[in-house]
């Protein structure tokens, strides 16, 4: 089956301890993107990667730090100087950055106790 | 940058009837649409989407439309069905930049 995977869906850290969230993708899509969730809200964008070894900030980047050696994954580290962590995070990626359309993975619920 | 404001952030409606949803969007060069469906605990999934040199597209019971000299675009549901019941987001992109911006979100309550 083609698609993305997130993991784990759940996943509870202690406060100041960094914690990473997997993103695979195996549709061969170039572009992937990260957002954050709370609960009401939209999806806002944490980072995004329109091609292997690059990545761009988003609109709340701070406290977040990613890499993309791979194209097919593109991992996101919460780290402590994120002040309010607890979220639902999102993993997305699109053919190609022109192309608009994003395909989105399960998401990973993050609690930070 | 880009700002899209959604309305509205409830909407319950009748098993059969109708449901609106309508978007604005600020940037003048966003050209892409997209329309999400949300289930509890899940990721959002593509509906329907719409491109800046069209200005209404249909699928079956959805259908969008695009304003963009108001810069706004609107869902439409007929014959809505309790599986409609979902959070849906709207958003706004321009395609070749970067990602999409999305709205906040509307609940929708299908009620049988």
């Known amino acids: 089956d083609g698609g993305i995977t997130q993991s784990p869906k759940y996943l509870f850290r202690k406060e100041g301890q960094n914690v990473t969230l997997s993103c695979e993708q195996n549709?061969?899509?170039?572009?992937m993107y990260w957002y954050r969730q709370d609960p009401g809200q939209g999806l806002r964008l944490i980072y995004y990667?329109?091609?292997?070894?690059?990545?761009q900030k988003g609109d709340i980047a701070e406290g977040y730090s990613v890499s993309r050696e791979k194209k097919e994954s593109f991992p996101l580290t919460v780290t402590s100087a994120q002040k309010n962590p607890t979220a639902f995070y999102l993993c997305?990626?699109?053919?190609?950055?022109?192309?608009?359309?994003?395909?989105f993975g399960p998401g990973t619920r993050l609690t930070v106790l | 940058g880009e700002n899209v404001e959604q309305h509205p952030s409830t909407l319950s409606v009748q098993e059969g009837d109708s449901a609106v949803i309508k978007c604005t969007y600020s940037?003048?060069?966003?050209?892409?649409f997209p329309w999400y469906k949300q289930e509890l605990g899940k990721g959002p999934q593509l509906i329907i989407d719409?491109?800046?040199?069209?200005g209404e597209k249909k699928d079956q019971r959805i259908a969008v439309t695009l304003n963009k000299t108001a810069k706004h675009f609107s869902l439409h549901i007929t014959e809505t069905q309790p599986e409609d019941s979902a959070v849906y987001f709207c958003a706004a992109g321009d395609t070749g930049r970067r990602a999409l911006t999305f709205g906040s979100g509307t609940r929708l309550q299908v009620q049988p």
């Open positions: 719409i491109r800046s040199n069209v």
């Open positions: 997305a990626s699109s053919i190609d950055p022109r192309d608009g359309e994003q395909f």
């Open positions: 940037d003048s060069a966003s050209n892409y």
């Open positions: 990667s329109q091609i292997v070894n690059d990545f």
């Open positions: 549709l061969n899509h170039d572009a």
